[in-house]
């Protein structure tokens, strides 16, 4: 539970019956009793406008910086990852 992410984009109902096989596996299958056909399945695809991804662990020593008040901005920057316009 050290890592973060955060996306945004556009979801929309993915129609492809190709994609749709592509993803499709015994792991997946073991949850639908219908297959591949099964109502209960909705396929969605999402387009990335942009992600961030970070790491939530500070070590003890940010930790306790941050208890104390002090600025930690740098540490998180350098564990931060910011894509846009994907």
Same mark, same amino acid.
């Given at each position: 539970?050290?890592?973060?992410?955060?996306? *945004?984009? &556009?979801?929309? @109902? /993915? &129609?492809?019956? /190709?994609? $749709?096989? +592509?993803?499709? *596996? *015994?792991?997946?299958?073991?949850?639908?009793?219908?297959? !591949?056909?099964?109502?209960?399945?909705? $396929?969605?695809?999402?387009?990335?406008?942009?992600? /961030?991804?970070?790491?939530?662990?500070?070590?003890?020593? *940010? @930790?306790?910086?941050?208890?104390?008040?002090?600025?930690?901005?740098? @540490?998180?920057?350098?564990?931060?990852? !910011? +894509? &846009?316009?994907?």
């Amino acid at each position: 539970h050290d890592l973060f992410a955060r996306f *945004n984009g &556009t979801l929309s @109902v /993915e &129609t492809s019956r /190709e994609r $749709f096989d +592509q993803f499709w *596996n *015994n792991f997946v299958a073991a949850w639908y009793d219908g297959g !591949k056909d099964d109502p209960d399945i909705l $396929f969605l695809r999402m387009d990335l406008g942009s992600a /961030e991804i970070w790491d939530g662990d500070m070590g003890l020593l *940010n @930790v306790a910086k941050m208890a104390l008040g002090m600025n930690v901005h740098d @540490v998180a920057e350098e564990r931060h990852v !910011k +894509q &846009t316009s994907l």
